[in-house]
């Protein structure tokens, strides 16, 4: 037989059994436990033959059978397209998916009693929650509407369906769903997929989708829960035990035998993209496995990717909208405040200007004092935590450079990282005391440029002393009791102001926001990465979207405050009349005549060393070898190797090198071509020469 293990190695290795001892005959897609080089490895067993091309004789035995029912062959067919497409072996795309409580193949002994304890424990559960559930006669007429469109087509042959369900945060596009799911649920066995983004997986979102199903089983995946937790939800959505199955990302590839419906929330977020191994996107992977099992899969967003949103325009996905808000508020208003406009600054007389330069300014301050006399909460967006971006020297222009990477450290109030203030990197998580002297000069006058949630909540504090603040980001939310009782607070009413990066504003349902503001849009507009204005734009109608959700009919839907010295920038206009298809459209036009994704493909070569130098001098060579066999012509373009944006990380020197093809196809071939030649010369993934690691990434998501 062949097993293939969690190692860079395309091909698999063969292995003699012995039924005696494994218990009963090893079949294709068993888990095993295998000699590997010195040790032992868990691998995924790809085929079951009696001819080996090696010498019998020198073939070893497999170990062990894990306690568990074979991979389907529709999984089976799932990671083998995904090793091919993404350019991963086998291996390294399979084993991943395996929870850690099935890979210490020393434990398997120990599984049956750990399954028997959680099913203890989850027959003790609490009383179910109603909370959220909206049923079939709760839904509005626009809603009622779109789960008919979905029901009908249901009833035809079993066949691929792309589903489009677009419509303006809080439209109720979950209600939506999860009466669809319920309806095919209805088939005692049947099991469903429900993907979310990262950080949209709460309590909240568990208790509301459980509120749906009371008599049905829910396996919960993401990388939040215990492994224990993880790997007993796994089994069961892989033995058919639980009928739903509620994941981020990594759920996407879930053994879930009598998969039936497909649902993609928020299905434009950049985090269903695998950032390392295989990088997979969870989105595109769902749609292929719901077009590979002839399945419908339902995509839904209120800002869709420009992938999704033109197949639904061209009629390749079906497109079910809804535009009105569920609870009948009306969209917030927009507002855009140049803070260059003097009659948007404060002046020094004005009554409530702050003594120093003011982080806000005088419009977005009268809205605040104005949101809090009508006891409304307000939420204020920043996209840095920390307390400043850098700490520079006011006489010798020191500024404070992360000594492993090529970016400033920031400035940290004690907190979360520490109990003193900290310079902390966020690209490599170097924390070093806050120098008293600058290093260069020995000027004690050392200032803060710029600034992030921390100092931001210092200034509101001292603006609105009487007003309760709660600084929500990844720093304070280690602290504690972690991000959801943060949420809480905010959703009990005992907080006033919060001050938070965009981690925020995803998915929680806040029913008393009445003023939304973003402090640095701009910063996030003017990228080097062609998909900025297309991310910034779904954040801010997402972030938009948190802001008057409650109202009932006709009132106001609350505010939402962009600061920005570039009003007239298009997503800046599109947002103020809340178009999304207008933005969605004009950006198509702008990629088309660019010739960008997706009016093209894009692969990334990305190779780190010790020096920049040889990284370049990699994939230059590369692109040389590439030339050579005459690959790059009018379907093939190969740009130059960069630098990547942060050039440096935790002392790795890293560029990459952009592959553009206008043919999926020629990519395809282009990619495992280059993978071939660069495979000849490495160890792994490592080249023996210069010792560069480097990864082949199909369709990134960011440049
Ligand atoms: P979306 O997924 O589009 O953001 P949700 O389904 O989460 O929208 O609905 C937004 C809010 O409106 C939720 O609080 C939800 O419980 C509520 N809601 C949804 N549909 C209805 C309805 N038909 N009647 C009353 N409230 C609804
Ligand atoms: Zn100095
Ligand atoms: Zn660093």
Redesign the pocket.
């Known amino acids: 037989m062949q097993v293939v293990v969690d190692k860079p190695l395309v091909q698999g290795f063969d292995y003699l059994w012995d039924i005696e001892k494994l218990g009963r005959f090893p079949e294709i897609g068993n888990v095993v436990e295998v000699p590997f080089a010195r040790s032992k490895e868990v691998g995924l067993i790809v085929k079951v033959s009696n001819h080996s091309e090696y010498e019998i004789e020198k073939l070893k035995y497999v170990e062990r059978l894990a306690p568990l029912p074979v991979f389907d062959p529709a999984l089976l067919r799932l990671m083998s397209f995904t090793s091919q497409y993404y350019i991963h072996a086998l291996g390294e795309t399979a084993l991943p998916v395996i929870p850690q409580m099935w890979k210490k193949a020393d434990e398997w002994e120990k599984i049956p009693k750990k399954l028997e304890s959680a099913e203890n424990k989850s027959k003790k559960n609490s009383p179910l929650p109603t909370e ?1 559930l ?1 049923t079939l006669d ?3 007429s626009e ?1 009622k509407i779109a789960l008919r469109k979905l029901l009908a087509e249901d009833q035809k042959e079993k066949e691929f369906r792309a589903i489009l369900l677009q ?10 769903f ?1 009466n669809w799911l319920a309806s095919a649920l209805r088939e005692e066995s049947a099991q469903v997929l429900l993907l979310v983004p990262e950080i949209n997986l709460t309590p909240q979102l568990e208790r ?1 989708v459980r509120a749906y199903f009371p008599d049905k089983k829910m396996a919960v995946l993401h990388s939040g829960i215990s492994e224990k937790k993880r790997g007993v939800a796994w089994y069961e959505a892989m033995t058919g035990k639980a009928q739903i199955i509620l994941g981020t990302r990594l759920a996407a590839l879930t053994p879930i035998p009598n998969l039936r419906v497909i649902v993609v ?1 928020e299905e434009h977020d950049p985090s269903y993209k695998q950032q390392d191994g295989t990088r997979y996107s969870a989105r595109d992977l769902a749609i292929w496995r719901a077009h590979d099992q002839k399945i419908p899969i339902l995509l ?1 967003s ?1 800002t869709p990717s420009l992938e999704t949103w033109l197949a639904a325009q061209s009629g390749r996905y079906e497109n079910i909208r ?1 535009d009105q ?3 009948g508020a009306s969209l917030p208003s927009v507002h855009l405040i140049n803070a260059r406009e003097p009659q948007n600054q404060f002046s020094p007389g004005d009554a409530g200007a702050p003594k120093q330069k003011s982080l806000i300014t005088k419009t977005l301050a009268n809205a605040i004092s104005k949101s809090l006399a009508e006891k409304k909460q307000s939420l204020i967006l920043i996209n840095r935590r920390g307390y400043a971006p850098v700490l520079s020297c006011s006489a010798c222009n020191w500024l404070s450079k992360c000594t492993q990477c090529s970016t400033y450290t920031v400035m940290h109030k004690a907190g979360a990282l520490s109990n003193r203030s900290v310079l902390n990197c966020h690209h490599c998580g170097l924390v070093k005391p806050i120098p008293q002297f600058c290093p260069d000069c020995g000027n004690a006058d050392l200032k803060t440029l710029g600034h992030g949630t921390q100092k931001l909540e210092d200034a509101i504090e001292e603006m609105w002393p009487q007003a309760r603040v709660l600084r929500v980001d990844t720093d304070s939310s280690r602290k504690s009791k972690g991000a959801e009782a943060l949420f809480e607070e905010i959703h009990s009413g005992n907080v006033d102001i919060v001050v938070g990066t965009q981690m925020i504003a995803k998915g929680h ?1 806040y ?1 008393n926001i009445g003023l939304v503001a973003v402090l640095d849009a701009d910063s996030r507009l003017y990228s080097a990465d062609f998909r900025a204005a297309e991310r910034l734009f779904a954040q801010l109608v997402q972030v938009a ?1 948190r802001a008057g ?2 109202g009932t009919k006709g009132e106001a839907g609350g505010d939402i405050y962009i600061e920005t010295q570039y009003p007239e920038s298009p997503v800046f206009q599109y947002l103020l009349r809340h178009d999304v298809d207008g933005f969605l459209a004009f950006t198509a036009k702008e990629r088309e005549e660019a010739k960008l994704p997706p009016y093209s493909y894009q692969a990334l070569i990305h190779a780190e060393g010790k020096s920049l130098d040889q990284a370049i001098w990699f994939l230059n060579e590369l692109k040389t070898r590439i030339k050579i066999k005459g690959l790059i012509g009018k379907e093939l373009k190969i740009y130059d190797p960069v630098p990547k944006p942060v050039m440096r990380v935790a002392g790795a020197e890293r560029a990459q090198l952009l592959i553009e093809s206008s043919n999926r196809k020629v990519l395809q071939e282009t990619l495992e071509i280059i993978d071939q030649e660069l495979r000849q010369d490495s160890t792994g993934r490592i080249s023996k020469a210069s010792r560069i690691r480097w990864l082949v990434e199909r369709d990134p998501i960011a440049i």
């Not at 419509?167 to 939506?176: F, I």
């Open positions: 959220g909206i709760q839904l509005n809603q419509g303006q945060t809080g439209s109720g596009k979950t209600a939506v999860l509301r929330d839904a209120a809804l808000r569920a609870q349902d029913q979207g959700r409650s």
